[in-house]
């Protein structure tokens, strides 16, 4: 029996097998990629939106060709309740694994619920009842996005949300409301959220920092803040948490190879630049797409959807008013449309992700040939569930509901400026 084998019988993780019984995918929990990394060095893989389906095949292509361990996810802003995505929440599960079983994909993929935003502390209820659901339509990971709140109640709604949360999944915390160069994240917030979750036995695989990132099409050029980033990991050494670096899309590679090399970082999202790419439009090296002088999109000819639909697109948009980095809400309703195009259409958008992702997981972020690191992570356990990779090393009683509110009130911060920052 191949390896591929064995950790397919012991590695999908309940939920998994009981929603595709007869598949040879392998979805893994978040958990196996972030070890892979670890295995690795020095090494992140993709955090894929998977925004439409063709960004959903491109990436798992890109991932076999490189023997590279993936993860695909889809955010509450994009795929939740209120979706502008076709892709969501409840179905990328069941698009991952038809895919790969049509595609012959064999490298471990995990399936993420990114960004599960929380805004209020009243929205703690209702996500009670939802997450469960995400699970059961087969998500292997999840990020509960707290951020937007004030530091305590975000590692209280952490600590209120755990008992919903599958212990073999991937869990990522957030600090720092993703803003740009505003509201970044310090050596103390991050601290005060990995500890307080530690003293209450829970132990994120990554926590995303508000390190200069963006989210959508970036055009300052400021980028990620290696340097911050570094330090802030420096300090959760004890806790061994990786890093989740959100908002790529505007950064240049060797800033993004730099990540990679010198901090703890394992998960890169890629978002805005897989749906451009798709679509057919000119990016850079950055992922931005590029901007004509009239500031709008440019169209390659014969690449991405067809000419004629683009036009439609366009059209839509500006009868929606939609510009920029707005361009993304055209996902949900042409998603039906773009899968009704002939298949040597639909075969270059895939392409066109495919030949961007390989560049990234190669060239980039180290993350070649990390496929057998995390079928063996899967095969030295003997099991889909991974365990945590650090115990309990604070003390419980210096973190109650109480003393929480006590430290977030001395907590050393940068204050975020209002607006809406969803992804």
Known sequence: MS?????????????????????????????????????????????ANGRNNFVIRGVLLAAQRANACVIIEIARSEGGANAYCATN???????????????????PVAVHADHYGIKKPGDVAFAREEIPTLFEAGMTSIAIDASH??????????????????????????????????????????????????AHGIFADWIALNNGTTHGLEASGQGIQIELTAEIHKH????????????????????????????HTTKANVATALQMISWGLEVNDYGNAILDDNGSFIKVKGEGVKEEMWEEMLAYAERQGWKGGNFKKLNLPFEPRLMGQPREV??????????????????????????????????????????SKSGRVADIAEWSAEKIRERAAGLVVNESPAGDFDD
Not at 8 to 26: M, Q
Not at 95 to 107: H, M, P, R, S, Y
Not at 241 to 262: K, W
């Open 3 to 47: 390896d591929f084998d064995k950790a397919l019988a012991v590695g999908r993780p309940p939920n998994i097998v009981k929603l595709f019984p007869n598949s040879r995918a392998l979805l893994v929990s978040g958990k196996v990629i972030d070890r892979a990394m670890i295995a690795k060095g020095q090494a992140m893989t993709i955090a």
């Open 89 to 107: 929440y409840w179905n990328m599960a069941r698009q991952i694994d038809a895919a790969c079983n049509e595609l012959g994909i064999t490298v």
């Open 149 to 198: 709140m004030a530091d305590d109640e975000n590692l209280l709604a952490n600590i209120a949300l755990n008992k919903y949360i599958p212990s073999w999944a991937g869990l990522e915390t957030e600090v720092g409301e993703i803003k740009g160069a505003e509201g970044l994240s310090t050596v103390d917030d991050a601290r005060f959220l990995i500890e307080g979750l530690n």
């Open 236 to 263: 959760l050494a004890p806790f061994k948490v990786s890093g989740a670096q959100h908002g790529t899309s505007g950064n240049s590679s060797s800033r993004l190879q730099s990540i990679a090399a010198r901090t």
């Open 346 to 387: 639909r075969e270059r958008m895939v392409q066109r992700v495919e030949g961007f992702v390989y560049n990234l997981l190669t060239g980039v972020f180290n993350a070649g040939d990390s496929s057998p690191l995390a079928i063996a992570e899967i095969l030295k356990a003997g099991s889909y569930d991974l365990g």
